[in-house]
């Protein structure tokens, strides 16, 4: 019966197919100057997160060419402790996560779950971005090991640096070099339900995920009697099915369906076969392994959300699972209880900056301490006049900031 009625849903184009518990709205408007009983929207920065819950927000669920109405993958995750959990940074995906507002210091830990760049593009405008707007301590990373050095995560990071060495050594000048550090801690990929974090009453674990190359990992995290999985790219595997089940949450991929590929992305249907359902998960593999581990709420991710793909993707996850179902798209965000799992969508600024922490910024270092990148050449190419245009502003901005 369950069945019949997703289907009917899935036919006449309901966005999302899942039971009822998981919309917030309802109720009636009892009064024509009140507020309605419940919202369907989030407004990041105005809910306390209590003790035992954990809020999950979708930054990124699409493909590793981002558009505008997608970022690449990325999920931030709250807990009622107070951390904050960067699982994937792919790219675009920042946006999303600063229009949360949420100042750069508490945004300082990120676990990748392989080194993709539809996974972790945007790890430069977290670096850079939080450097320059507030971050006052390195940022953290945690990936996995790859089967050579040159494959693993610590090597990505180390030579990301690198290649990112001029945008440092100009910034060390004028900031403090400290948060423009990167501390890796990085874990064996084969670990099975290995622990990779353990902090606060928050624990990490990992497992493999059977994705393009050895190396990439999925993350379960526990939380107050709540776990939530949250699956990298992968073919279904066994350690999945073994460790993710009876997740509160569990989000895994489910990609676009093989015709689909052909169509809107021009792929051969020979590619289309294996990249839909062997490099990743086609929605009838999805619907399988959450009809097995049995979540209370399944979240499907990692390609174009619209109405087309949508419908042909759950038409295909309804073929093998009936449970509780989100096919994700950018902000969505789940209020995850032992009594609830609430899902709204994030409104947010497009124009929000970023908003400062209790920690103070650090003070630039002292003159001379770091050499100064700018040549004498290229600064006896200043134009004066531009000094005297700016003269009047700047020693009225100096005089009112108490300044020489
Ligand atoms: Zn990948
Ligand atoms: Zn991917």
Aim: hydrophobic share 40%; proline share 7%.
């Amino acid at each position: 019966m369950k069945k019949i009625l997703f289907a009917a849903l899935a036919l006449i184009g309901l966005q999302v197919s899942t039971p009822s518990d998981t919309f917030a709205a309802g109720g009636v408007v009892k009064d024509p100057t009140g507020t309605a009983p419940d919202r369907y929207a989030y407004y990041p920065g105005t809910e306390e997160l209590k003790k035992d819950e954990i809020r999950l927000i979708a930054c990124g669920t699409g493909l590793p060419a981002a558009r505008r109405d997608q970022a690449a993958t990325c999920w931030l995750v709250e807990t009622g402790n107070g951390d904050k959990f960067l699982f994937d940074i792919g790219s675009g995906s920042m946006v999303n996560v600063a229009a949360l507002m949420i100042p750069y210091d508490f945004l300082d830990k990120v676990f990748l779950t392989h080194l993709h760049t539809d996974h972790w593009g945007d790890l430069s405008t977290l670096w850079a971005g939080g450097w320059t707007a507030g971050r006052t301590q390195p940022l953290r990373v945690w990936g996995p090991t790859g089967q050579t050095e040159d494959m693993g995560t610590a090597y990505a990071i180390k030579h990301f640096l690198k290649a990112y060495n001029w945008d440092a050594k100009t910034r060390d000048f004028v900031l403090s070099p400290k948060p423009g550090e990167i501390t890796v801690k990085e874990f064996d990929y084969k670990g099975i339900n290995a622990i990779v974090y353990q902090e606060n009453g928050v624990t990490i674990r990992s497992i493999p995920a059977i994705h393009a190359g050895d190396g990439p990992v999925s993350f379960i995290l526990e939380y107050a009697g709540l776990k939530l999985v949250i699956g990298g790219d992968t073919f279904p595997n066994k350690w999945f099915i073994e460790h993710a089940a009876g997740a509160d949450v569990a989000i895994h991929e489910t990609f676009l369906t093989p015709p689909d590929l052909v169509k809107f992305y021009g792929q051969s249907p020979g590619q289309a076969l294996g990249v839909g359902t062997q490099i990743h998960t086609s929605p009838q593999a999805f619907g399988k392994v959450m009809s097995t581990i049995q979540p209370r709420h399944a979240i499907g991710y990692h390609f174009f959300n619209e109405q087309g793909t949508h419908d042909n993707i759950l038409r295909g996850v309804l073929q093998t699972y009936d449970g509780p179902l989100s096919l994700a798209t950018d902000n969505m965000v789940w209020n995850i209880t032992k009594d609830s799992i609430v899902e709204r969508m994030v409104i947010s600024p497009d124009q929000a900056w970023s908003v400062n922490g209790p920690n103070k910024p650090p003070s630039p270092p002292a003159k001379g301490s770091i050499p100064d990148p700018i040549s004498d050449w290229i600064k006896s190419g200043r134009w004066q006049p531009a000094e005297a245009a700016q003269a009047d502003m700047v020693n009225k901005f100096k005089k009112e900031n108490g300044m020489q």
